[in-house]
Nanobody, 117 residues
């Protein structure tokens, strides 16, 4: 239902734009987010955006470098990543909250981002 894409190999300082398109159902009333799991580490929150786009949050280490956005008409959420660092290397997952549970109930399959130094 959530298909993430846009990952790849980039040099430090470079940029990537991740996309996550929903299919099979609409998530226009759901908060959407991005998470990541680096090798050997736990999954961590990266960014989230409310259904209206009016509330956005980021983890401290990506503030000022990453931008989350959404296009409800396209049922898609984006993560623009600039000034990438080797420590951003991870599998990035998109997720959607259930409108009733307000938990991250729906997950994409992940896309790998590798930042070389």
């Amino acid at each position: 239902q959530l298909q993430a894409s846009g990952g790849g190999l980039v040099q430090a300082g470079g940029s990537l734009r991740l996309s996550c398109e929903a299919s099979g159902r609409t998530f226009s009333s759901s908060d959407l987010g991005w998470f990541r799991r680096a090798p050997g580490k736990e999954r961590e929150f990266v960014a989230a955006i409310s259904w209206s786009g009016g509330r956005i949050s980021y983890r401290d280490s990506v503030k000022g470098r990453f931008t989350i956005s959404r296009d409800n008409a396209k049922n898609t959420v984006y993560l623009q990543m600039n000034s990438l660092k080797p420590e951003d290397t991870a599998v990035y997952y998109c997720a959607a909250q259930g409108t009733i549970t307000s938990r991250w109930d729906f997950w994409g399959q992940g896309t790998l981002v590798t930042v070389s130094s």
